[in-house]
């Protein structure tokens, strides 16, 4: 049994440092969905404010995120090619009740476009929602992205303040995007994909650095 699990490691070496540090940092970065929206959350449980968060910005995640979680979904691709969508949408869902709240926009409006959407994802895990509609909107997602990145800076930049923005959270997606530009690079080489971490790097390094400059100082 040990000389089995040692002969496998072996193995799995015989892939080269390059690989095997690509798969690490593709374990780290999946590890760290896992939490990477907890500290804007608690940012803004605790600040009670949601001031300089980007509304719109947070739409258009959740957004991405949905389309990307079902079209995999439909698609029957594995679970764990695509396991921190669930993670990220959950964590986006509480993200937005905080930030809605203490912007005032918890109303019937908003509850209206809750049902809908829950509609929608039903019908999606149902199946019974049309994949062409999904295909036709997964080239979106990355241009949708870099947007609510682009509104999140510019919600900063606008207010000059970023009490309510939690540095952690984008010091983490600048860090974690980062991680896959080097594992997109040495697996696969897709210009797209590359194109796309590169991007996001660069505004999530920006949003943390507009943050850290524009983050007042704690009341004694």
């Not at 923005?165 to 040495?186: D, E, G, K, P």
């Amino acid at each position: 049994m040990a000389g089995g699990v040692v002969e496998l490691v072996f193995h799995y070496l015989e892939k080269g440092v390059v690989l095997v540090l690509a798969d690490l940092l593709s374990l780290i970065t999946v590890s760290s969905c896992l939490f990477i929206k907890v500290p804007q959350i608690n940012t803004i449980r605790k600040a009670k404010s949601s001031k300089g968060i980007s509304i719109v910005g947070l739409c258009l995640e959740l957004f991405s995120y949905t389309v990307m979680l079902s079209y995999n979904y439909i698609r029957d691709y594995e679970f764990l090619s695509y396991m921190e969508y669930p993670v990220l949408l959950l964590q986006e869902y509480a993200l937005i009740y905080w930030a809605f709240k203490y912007q005032d926009l918890l109303g019937n409006r908003t509850q209206i476009f809750s049902v809908i959407y829950v509609i929608i994802a039903t019908l999606i895990y149902l199946k019974l929602f049309p994949i062409i509609i999904l295909t036709f909107l997964v080239p979106f997602c990355t241009p949708i992205g870099a947007t609510s990145k682009v509104l999140q800076l510019m919600a900063i930049l606008r207010t000059k303040d970023a009490s309510s923005v939690s540095r952690t959270t984008w010091a983490l997606s600048a860090f974690t995007n980062m991680t896959r530009i080097y594992t997109v690079y040495v697996q696969s080489f897709d210009k797209m994909l590359l194109t796309n971490f590169l991007i996001s790097t660069l505004l999530s390094a920006s949003v943390f650095v507009a943050a850290s400059i524009y983050k007042k100082p704690k009341k004694a």
